[in-house]
């Protein structure tokens, strides 16, 4: 499974924020960021520092995506 935080960069847009606005209002640091911009993990605390922010819940902020592993790909222990 893989995360996407298109939603929370499109709240931005749609609040005029830019990212730095954004980072400094959250207090999250310029990797974390980085994360969010890169649909990378972060922790659940950052999650709850944004919905608090923007009085939102998780699912407006961003969407969880299935990713089927396929099963021909097998890993091999060495």
């Known amino acids: 499974m893989d995360v ?3 939603k929370l ?3 931005l847009i749609d609040k ?3 990212k730095t606005e954004f980072r400094k ?3 999250i640091s310029q990797s974390t960021l ?3 911009s890169n649909n990378e993990n972060v922790s659940l605390a950052i999650i709850v520092r944004i919905c608090r922010k923007f009085n ?3 699912d407006e902020i961003l969407e969880i995506i299935y990713i089927p592993e ?3 790909d097998t890993k091999v222990d060495s």
Request: proline share 0%.
């Open 16 to 18: 005029s924020m830019k």
């Open 56 to 58: 939102c819940t998780v």
């Open 4 to 6: 996407c935080y298109n």
């Open 70 to 72: 396929d099963k021909n």
């Open 9 to 11: 960069f499109k709240l």
């Open 25 to 27: 209002a959250i207090g």
């Open 34 to 36: 980085a994360k969010l």
